[in-house]
Nanobody, 114 residues
Framework: QVQLVESGGGLVQPGGSLRLSCAASGLMVSASTMAWRRQATGKQREMVATISSGGRTTYADAVKGRFTISRDNAKNTVFLQINDLKPEDTAVYFC????????WGQGTQVSVSS
């Protein structure tokens, strides 16, 4: 059974940074396409970053240069480093696995406010 558990969210001021983690079980992140998406209140879901089994990464235009997706194969964990946070980054961030994504975690809240 695949389980994805996100952590690392919180309340930060604009310009701050966070590192979100996604601990996986039931699959190997090194052998899977992993993704992060976000859902803001009143807005459509947005895929923000993906990393393939081969290590290729993709980013939404809105986050390029500020978000970095990575993985630690030994810990079977995927990360999303978020820098220069903006109020529009406020959302619940979800970790997903598969291509197409078949499994999603429960999400972690990121709030950006002064």
């Amino acid at each position: 059974q695949v389980q994805l558990v996100e952590s690392g969210g919180g309340l930060v001021q604009p310009g701050g940074s966070l590192r979100l983690s996604c601990a996986a079980s039931g699959l190997m992140v090194s052998a899977s396409t992993m993704a992060w998406r976000r859902q803001a209140t009143g807005k459509q879901r947005e895929m923000v970053a993906t990393i393939s089994s081969g290590g290729r990464t993709t980013y939404a235009d809105a986050v390029k240069g500020r978000f970095t997706i990575s993985r630690d194969n030994a810990k079977n964990t995927v990360f999303l480093q978020i820098n220069d946070l903006k109020p529009e980054d406020t959302a619940v961030y979800f970790c997903g696995a598969g291509n197409p994504v078949l499994h999603w975690g429960q999400g972690t809240q990121v709030s950006v406010s002064s």
